[in-house]
């Protein structure tokens, strides 16, 4: 129970800050690559090593090698956003991950913890599916089909000591973007706030919600209903009953209103109707 509202303290102070500056004079300004945020990654472990998600016609699909496996939780979706972020800033292929374990992990606003379920253990592990996964975007309209494979990263090389996180390596751990993802990533971003992604980074759901819901406000001109059978496949696919998928949403988009307060919607028991609302990240004037 502690933790619980250790958690909210923590979402309240970071929506505090955020009414309160703007993320790009915070140095908060994000970017998440579209097509994460159109169809998401697992909320939990899943065995096997493909995963679908589907949003109407667009279907997202990972592939990693069997030994490897599939990444999923919060930690991924941490590092997409991170990667994203600095492809963006270094307009690079290449980015540099630094030079020691706990300072990355600080980056993604983590302690580093030892042990077989500790932090850098389980940061070590979802770095290796999330960068060894092959993304299938497709779109089927019925009579049109296309789709566009994609592995996220070209390479990866990691030099960190994770029994001795502190420590610095003789070379920077890096991942080089695939040209087709950095392309991507680089040509159409979808703006963030960091403070927001780190203040939701307990739960991968409300992560996933975040990113696509101030996506998809960008663009919105009148109400829009989205019924609940629809928002299940693309972000809770899992759930054996639509209604029990629906009170999990709401829960989460609960969340995602704390830290972004100009957030209109309503819900009925058709679905979610999502209002024209401000856009959490300013446009750059």
Do not use: C
């Amino acid at each position: 129970m502690a933790n619980t509202f250790r958690s909210a303290e923590l979402i309240i102070q970071e929506a505090l800050a955020i009414e309160n500056e703007a993320a790009q004079e915070a140095g908060a300004l994000g970017f998440m690559a579209r097509a994460m945020v159109q169809a998401t990654l697992p909320h939990s472990k899943v065995e096997g090593n493909e995963f679908s998600r589907t949003n109407g016609k667009y279907t997202l699909s990972i592939l990693t090698p069997s030994a490897i496996g599939l990444p999923y939780g919060s930690i991924p979706r941490l590092l997409l956003a991170w990667i994203t972020t600095e492809a963006v800033k270094t307009q690079s292929r290449e980015i540099e991950l630094g030079d020691s374990l706990s300072g990355f992990m600080r980056e993604l606003d983590m302690v580093a913890t030892g042990g077989r379920w500790g932090s850098v253990n389980r940061l070590k592990n979802q770095t290796r599916k999330l960068f060894a996964s092959t993304i299938t975007a497709s779109y089927d309209s019925g009579n049109r089909f296309a789709l566009i494979n994609q592995p996220l990263a070209e390479q990866a090389t990691f030099w960190w000591d994770t029994k001795n996180p502190d420590q610095a390596g003789l070379w920077k751990s890096t991942v080089t973007l695939s040209e087709r993802f950095f392309r991507e990533v680089i040509d159409r971003p979808i703006p963030i706030d960091m403070r927001a992604i780190k203040a939701l980074k307990k739960s991968p759901m409300a992560l996933d919600v975040y990113s696509w819901m101030t996506y998809r406000v960008s663009y919105l001109t009148k109400p829009t209903t989205i019924p609940w059978k629809v928002l299940s496949l693309q972000f809770g696919s899992n759930y054996s009953q639509v209604r029990d998928f629906r009170a999990a949403f709401l829960k989460e988009v609960r969340k995602v209103e704390t830290v972004y307060k100009d957030l209109r919607f309503d819900s009925t028991p058709e679905g979610l109707i999502l209002q024209p609302s401000l856009t959490h990240v300013r446009r750059v004037k």
